[in-house]
C-alpha cells in the first residue's frame, strides 16, 4: 500500500533533514510518509501537552495561589474516557499503516531477482544466480580505510535477498531503502526491494557530491569486534549491464589457473558428491582415468571413446548417454545427474574438462601445461577474441 | 512531630554512649549496627550509595564511549604512507595503528556501560533505595514485612556486584548488555569473564525477586489502620505493580541465564546453531524478561512523579483511581509485547499483533501524563528543584513516549531498529523517565531521609545543566538514527560527525549537572540546615506521621488514617508555615476522589 501525505505536510526538505537521502524505492517512500505521518502527530501532542503545561506552571504558580489556588474536579470520567478513546483513535491508522508497509517490506515477488548473502565476522558476500561474486574494485566506506564489498543490483527489477549467517546473529541494513533483516546462522531470512534509481556518480556542480552514489550497507546487529567495519556498497545498475556484469564476476580469484577452476568447481558444482577423484567408487564413476577410455552406451554407441566433446556433452547434457556395465551390458550407475546446460559457464567448463584430463596418467601432462593460463589470462583472450572479431574461439586443448 | 525525639531517636543517631573511644569502639559499633541492620531505612540508604556508586562508574562509562565517538577514526594515506588518526580511546590506550584493538576497548566500555546501568542501577534503582526507605513509612508500617529477607537482598546485590566487578577487573565482557546468542557463547573463549558477568545478572535477579516478594507482601498486609487500597499513597501503587512484575519475570531471565552458562561451559546446544540449537530463541526468553522490566524500571519513576506532582501542585493527583489501574495495567500489557524487541529478527507475522499490543500499552502511559497535566490545573506550583524535575520529566517522558510510536509501527520499526534511534528513544524513557524522576525524588525525600535541607541554589543549577545537557545528548542521537547510523558502532561515516559531536559535549554537561549535584549534597550533609519534619507541605503519612529524620521505628504510635494521601481541598498539613498555605474556599464543598 502507498498513501501520501498533503504536500504541505510531507515536505521533501523534512525528509532530507531526517533521513538525509531520498528513498530509493516505492517501499522506502511508503516508510518515509509514515514517518513523516507520526512525526507531526508526535510535534502536535507534543506541543500541545507542552503549552499547557508552561500554562498552567505560569498561571498556577504558588506566588499567584492567593487568587489563583482553587478547587476542581479532582476527576472527570469522560474527559478521561476521552484522552484515552483519542490516542487509541490516533493510533489505529498508525498501526494499520506500518503493517501494510511490513507486509509489503516482506513479500516478495515471485519473478525476484535473488541474490544469496552470506554473513561472515566481518564482511558480507554475495552469490549471484551463476554463482559469480563481486570482483569490481573495492572502495573504501569508513574512514578506517577498511575496504568492504561493492556489489551491484538490476534497476526496476524486484530484488530478493536469501540471507544466512556462517558464525553469529548480523543484521543486513539498506538505510536508503529503509530496510533490514536479522541474518542469522543455520536458517534462512529474506528482504527484497524494488530499486527505481540508478546509481550515478557524476557530481552535482552545486553540492560537489555525486548526484546518487551507490548506497550504504551496514551490519545492525552487534557481531563482537569489528562491527562498525562490517558495511558494503550498493549500486544500482541497468540490467544489461548487470546480466554482463554477473557473467565476468565468476567467483573465481582471477590469479588462479585454469586447473584450480576445475578442481573448484568439482567441489563448488556439487559434482564431488558423486565422482570421486581418486579411483574410489562411488554414486558415480570415478574420475580418475575417465579421460581417454572406452565405454558402451543406452544409445547404442559401443566403444566411444571419452575426449572433450564426449565431456562436454555429457555435462551439459547427461541423460543422452547412459553408461552400460562391461561385463553384462547392464546400467552401471544411477542416472540421477543434473542436466549442466545453462548452470555452468565456458571458463568452469573448460577448466573441468582439464581437471579430468589430468586424473588419467597419458593426458596429466598435458593437462597440466595447458591449465596454467590463469583466470585473468583466459578472460583478457576472450576480451580480444570478441574485440578483434576476427580471432577463433578459444582453440581447443590438443587431442592425445 | 517533636514528641518524635522524646524517647527515641533518630534511626541515623549513634545508640552507645556519648563517650565512646571513636576507633576502638564507635568505628566497628557503628559499621556492625549498619552491617547487620534490619531497618528498612538503613537498607535502603545502603542500597542508595551503592547505587549511586554504580550510576557513577556507569556513568563515567558513558563518558568514555562518548568521548571515543567524539571523533571517527580516520586512516589517510599521506605520500604513500598510510596514517593512522585515532580516536580518544586509541591515543590513550596505547593500541598504536591497531584500530581493531581500540574498536575492541570501545565494545567492552560500551557493554559494561549497558549492563552496569540496566542491573545494578536502575532495575534497582527506585524500589531498592526509595521502595525500601519509604514503603513501610507511607503505609504507616514500622518496617517491611520481611525485615531479613530485606537484609538478605542488600547482601544478595552486594554479591552480585562483586562478581560484576570482578568481570570487570579480569577485561570486562564485549557482548552489549543483551547478550545476545551465539555472540555471547563464542566470544573470550577460555575466559571466565563472560560467565561472570552473567552469574552477576542471575544473582542480581534474586536480590530483585526478595525485594519484590517483600513489598508486596508488606502491601498487602501492613497498612495502617483506615487505609484501604485506594487511600495509599500512588507511589505505593506504583512500586507494588512493579513488584508483582518483578516477582514473576525475574525467574525467566534467571533460568535463561543459567542455560546460557551451560551453553559456555558444557555445550550443550540449546542456543548454539552449531550444534542445532536456536540462537532466536534466546532472545525470545530474554526479551519476555526484560521487557516487561522495562516497566520494573519506569513504574516506580512514575510513581515517584504522583508524590512529586501531588506535593508540588497541592492538588489531588487528577483521576486517582485511573493511575492507579493505568499502573496495573501496564504492568499486565507489559509480560505479551515482548516481541516488538524481534521484528527485525525473522520477519514472522506474528510481529503484527506484538504491534498492536504495543500500541496499547502505550494508552495507560499516556492517561498518566494527562493526569498529571490536569493536577496542575488551579494548583499551587511551587519550582524547586524536584518539583523542576517532576516538569522536566513530563517533558522528557513525552518525548520518549511519543517516539515510540515509530518504532512500534513495523515498517518504520524495520529501518529504525538497532540504529540510535532506539538508542534515543530508550534514553528518554529511561533515563529521561526513571533517572530523573530518581534524582527528582531524592531532593525530594531528601530532607525526611537524612534531616538535613540542601541548597535549592546548588539545585536548580545542576538542574539546569542536567536538563540542558540530557537533551542535547540525546536528541541529536533522533536524527543520526533516522538517517541511518547503526547502534553500538565503534566507528562511523563522516557524515553523522556533526550530530556526534553535539552529543559528546551533551554528555560532559550532564556529567557537570550530576557533580553539581554531589557536591550540593555533600555540602548539605556537612553544613545544611535542620530539616522541618515537613518542609513542603505534603499530606503523605511519612511527612505528617514522621519526624525527619524519622526514628527507628518510624512512628511513636501506630498512625490511623484520618484524610487521603492527597487531599489537599480538605486538610492543611501541618508544619505549614503560618500563610505559606492559603485554602481559599470553604472545606465543606470539598470534592472527594
Known sequence: MTMTLPTTLGQQWLKEYFFSSIGASSQAADTENLFIYILWINIISFVLLMIL?????????????????????????????????????????IFYWGFTGFADKLAAPQDSEEITIKGKQWKWSMFYRNGASPQSDEMELLHTGQKVTHFIVPLNRPVKFIMSSSDVIHAFYVPDFRTKMDVIPNRYTSMWFYPQKLTDMTINPITGKPKNPPHKVYCAE???????????????????????????????????????????????????????????????????????????YTNGESDKLVDENWLRRNILYSQERILLHEDDNKVAYPTSMPIFAGQINELEMEGVILYIKSLSDATKAAAENAGKITVQEYRDKEKAAKEGGTAAPAAPPAKP | MSAGYGHHGSYLEYKGGHNDPFWTVKLPRTIWDWASTIDHKKIGVMYLCAILF???????????????????????????????????????????????????????????????????????????????????LMIGAKDVAFPRLNLLSWYVYL???????????????????????????????????????????????????????NFVVTVHKLRAPGMGWFDMPLFVWGIYGAAII??????????????????????????????????????????????????????????????????????????????????????????????????????????????????????????????????????????????????????????????????????????????????????????????????????????????????????????????IGFNLTFFPQFVMGSQGMPRRYANYVEEYHLYHMLSTMGAYTLLAGFLTHLVTFLHSLAAGKKAPPNPWGSLTLEWTNASSPPIEHNFDHEPVVVHGPYDYDNVIPPQTKPGEFVLPRPAAVAIQH
Open chain 1, 53 to 93: 503545561l508552561v500554562y498552567f506552571v505560569a498561571k498556577f504558580h504558588r506566588s499567584k495561589q492567593a487568587t489563583n489556588y482553587q478547587v476542581s474536579a479532582a476527576h472527570n470520567t469522560p474527559l478521561e474516557l476521552t484522552w484515552s478513546i483519542v490516542p487509541l483513535l490516533v493510533m489505529i491508522p
Open chain 2, 246 to 467: 518483578q516477582v514473576l519475570a525475574t525467574p525467566v531471565i534467571g533460568i535463561t541465564l543459567l542455560l546460557m552458562i551451560f551453553e559456555r561451559t558444557f555445550h550443550i546446544g540449546i542456543f548454539d546453531p552449531r550444534m542445532g540449537g536456536d540462537p532466536v530463541l534466546f532472545q525470545h526468553f530474554f526479551w519476555f524478561y526484560s521487557h516487561p522490566v522495562v516497566y520494573v524500571m519506569i513504574l516506580p519513576g512514575l510513581a515517584i512523579m504522583n508524590e512529586m506532582i501531588a506535593t508540588g501542585a497541592r492538588k489531588p493527583i487528577f483521576g486517582y483511581r485511573a493511575v492507579a489501574f493505568s499502573t496495573l495495567a501496564i504492568a499486565g500489557i507489559s509480560f505479551i509485547v515482548w516481541g516488538h524487541h524481534l521484528f527485525t529478527s525473522e520477519g514472522e507475522v506474528a510481529a503484527v499483533v506484538f504491534s498492536a499490543i504495543t500500541f496499547l500499552v502505550a494508552i495507560p502511559s499516556a492517561v498518566k501524563i494527562f493526569n498529571w497535566i490536569a493536577t496542575l490545573y488551579k494548583g499551587s506550583i511551587c519550582l524547586n528543584t524536584w518539583n523542576l524535575y517532576a516538569l522536566a520529566f513530563l517533558f522528557l517522558f513525552s518525548i520518549g513516549g511519543l517516539t515510540g510510536l515509530f518504532l512500534g509501527s513495523l515498517a518504520v520499526d524495520m529501518h529504525l531498529h538497532d540504529t540510535y534511534f532506539v538508542v534515543a528513544h530508550f534514553h528518554y524513557v529511561m533515563m529521561g523517565g526513571t533517572i530523573i524522576a530518581f534524582i527528582g525524588g531524592i531532593h525530594f525525600w531528601w530532607p525526611k531521609m537524612f534531616g538535613k535541607m540542601y541548597s535549592e541554589i546548588g539545585g536548580t543549577i545542576g538542574f539546569v545543566l542536567v536538563f
Open chain 2, 159 to 213: 554479591v552480585g556486584s562483586i562478581f560484576a566487578v570482578m568481570s570487570l577487573v579480569s577485561g570486562g565482557v564485549d557482548t552489549g548488555w543483551t547478550f545476545y546468542t551465539p555472540y555471547s557463547t563464542m566470544t573470550d573463549d577460555g575466559y571466565l569473564r563472560v560467565v561472570w558477568m552473567v552469574t552477576a545478572a542471575f544473582i542480581l535477579g534474586f536480590s530483585s525477586i526478595f525485594t519484590g516478594l
Open chain 2, 54 to 136: 554504580m550510576f557513577f562508574l556507569g556513568g563515567m562509562m558513558a563518558i568514555f564511549v562518548r568521548t571515543e565517538l567524539f571523533n571517527p577514526n580516520t586512516v589517510t594515506t599521506i605520500a604513500g604512507k598510510t596514517v593512522v588518526a585515532h580516536n580518544w580511546i586509541g591515543q590513550h590506550m596505547g593500541v598504536g595503528e591497531n584500530i581493531a584493538k581500540s574498536n575492541e576497548y570501545y565494545n567492552r566500555t560500551m557493554t559494561l556501560h549497558g549492563v552496569i546501568m540496566v542491573f545494578l542501577v536502575i532495575v534497582p534503582s527506585v524500589p531498592a533505595s526509595l521502595g525500601n526507605f519509604l514503603l513501610p
Open chain 1, 222 to 296: 552487534y557481531c563482537g569486534q569489528d562491527h562498525s567495519e562490517m558495511g558494503a556498497y550498493m549500486s544500482v545498475v541497468p540490467v544489461k549491464e548487470y546480466e554482463d556484469t554477473i557473467r565476468q564476476w565468476t567467483d573465481y580469484p582471477k590469479t588462479i589457473t585454469l586447473l584450480k577452476v576445475g578442481e573448484a568447481v568439482w567441489s563448488r558444482k556439487g559434482c564431488n558428491s558423486c565422482h570421486s577423484v581418486d579411483g574410489s567408487k562411488s554414486t558415480g564413476p570415478t574420475w580418475k582415468g575417465m579421460y581417454g577410455a572406452k565405454h558402451s
